[in-house]
């Protein structure tokens, strides 16, 4: 079994930054890639970023770039995202998710986290 458990949503005011964490324990082995989707009401669940096993290989949708930041800590089994400069347009339920390969985690069909939510105030 895989569990990933999601932390450090909250409701923030435009221009803030909040820094969401995700721990993953079970059968982790060969879940190389590691990343984070959300999903905001009504919408589809669309993806954020992902990270390879090194951390030298990251990914970031558009809407993203130069605001977020995705890093891991392979000795915590631990990914994180550092979200500045948030909009009212990020807010939405942020999901954790582990695949073998970025193109698999791209698919959706992940492992997935409970959700944390972001709130972003104007």
């Known amino acids: 079994q895989v569990q990933l458990v999601e932390s450090g949503g909250g409701l923030v005011q435009a221009g803030g930054s909040l820094r969401l964490s995700c721990a993953a324990s079970g059968r982790t082995f060969r879940l190389y890639t590691l990343g984070w989707f959300r999903q905001a009401p009504g919408r589809e669940r669309e993806f954020v970023a992902a990270?390879?096993?090194?951390?030298?290989?990251?990914y970031y949708a558009d809407s993203v770039k130069g605001r977020f930041t995705i890093s891991r800590d392979n000795a915590k089994n631990t990914v994180y995202l550092q979200m500045d400069s948030l909009e009212p347009e990020d807010t939405a339920v942020y999901y954790c998710a582990a695949q073998r390969s970025i193109e698999l985690l791209r698919s959706l069909r992940n492992y997935w986290g409970q959700g944390t939510q972001v709130t972003v105030s104007s």
């Open positions: 990270i390879n096993w090194t951390g030298n290989n990251t």
